[in-house]
């Protein structure tokens, strides 16, 4: 290669000798690269603490009120005491799971399940309503749990049921 080819490849736009080539320009587009991901951790990091400020500490015992009222309803449902469809039973073992300083009110419904021609249906057939008064309360955490209610003899499912356990400090 002659001289005045290396010459015009050593220049820049500008007719400036550069001493590095092309690497200088990769270089400008590997620093906007790392600039744009930067912006985006600041981004990240800007949304994480936004949100994470929104979780006031006043909300902290509401939310474990709520995981103890569904912790509570998993482990009646597990040990079968809502299967049992006794008020005494049930309350009692409420008492001994929910913990101190909570109040608490529970209505379970049990429906049975029947098929005329096409049409299925859900009928009512009990609902056990256990605990204390809500009404007036302001902070009141609730879960859901759906069961079902097996004959020990057969297994056959002679119930379908709901239950929602609402809890308060008081």
Do not use: C
Not at 40 to 58: M, W
């Amino acid at each position: 290669m002659n001289e005045i080819g290396k010459l015009a490849r050593a220049l820049d736009a500008k007719g400036v000798p550069s001493i590095y080539g092309r690497a200088a320009r990769r270089g400008f587009v590997f620093s906007v690269d790392s600039m744009l991901s930067l912006m985006l951790i600041a981004v990240f990091a800007t949304s994480i603490a936004f949100f994470s400020s929104q979780l006031s500490a006043s909300n902290i015992p509401l939310i474990d009120m709520q995981k103890k009222a569904g912790d509570t309803l998993v482990l009646l449902d597990k040990l079968h005491t809502l299967d049992s469809m006794n008020s005494t039973a049930i309350g009692l073992a409420i008492n001994q799971t929910a913990g101190t300083g909570l109040s608490w009110k529970l209505v379970a419904e049990y429906y049975n399940y029947s098929v005329v021609g096409s049409t299925a249906s859900f009928t009512l057939n009990r609902t056990i309503t256990l605990g204390g008064d809500d009404t007036n309360i302001n902070n009141v955490a609730a879960a859901d749990r759906a069961f079902v209610v097996r004959n020990s003899s057969t297994g056959i499912i002679d119930y379908y049921g709901r239950a929602r356990l609402e809890v308060w400090t008081g």
